[in-house]
């Protein structure tokens, strides 16, 4: 059973960053999928991101492409949320999930449902606001 514990987040002001930590245990990195959630007040749980390092996979939602970006520690077993330009939209809780990856034509590819990942978080509140 994979464990995760997410940190970071806060109150940020529209336009800044702030970057989310995941601390992964109980498996190795290249047996799954990591991927970072997100859920608004009254909204369904989102995918935002998510990586496979195995074979260096990464994918962004439409709405946070070229905003965040997702990197891994293999060493320390970290995963990380960078994210730039916030916006208020962006608020929400945001979670860490691991899961198997799916295998696509053109290699492993992340799946986007919440059913796609098993092992989760417990969240940690991002508002962007002024």
């Known amino acids: 059973q994979v464990q995760l514990v997410e940190s970071g987040g806060g109150l940020v002001q529209p336009g800044g960053s702030s970057r989310l930590s995941c601390a992964v245990s109980?498996?190795?990195?290249?047996?799954?999928?990591v991927a970072w959630f997100r859920q608004a007040p009254g909204k369904e749980r989102e995918a935002v991101s998510c990586v496979i390092t195995i074979d260096d996979v990464r994918s962004y939602a439409d709405s946070v492409r070229g905003r965040f970006t997702i990197s891994a520690d293999n060493t320390n077993n970290m995963v990380y949320l960078q994210m730039n330009s916030l916006k208020p939209e962006d608020t929400g809780v945001y979670y860490c999930?691991?899961?198997?990856?799916?295998?696509?034509?053109?290699?492993?590819?992340?799946?986007?449902?919440?059913?796609?990942?098993?092992?989760w978080g417990q969240g940690t509140q991002v508002t962007v606001s002024s």
């Open positions: 109980g498996s190795s990195f290249d047996d799954y999928a």
């Open positions: 999930a691991a899961g198997a990856y799916l295998l696509g034509p053109t290699g492993p590819r992340c799946g986007t449902r919440t059913s796609n990942f098993d092992s």
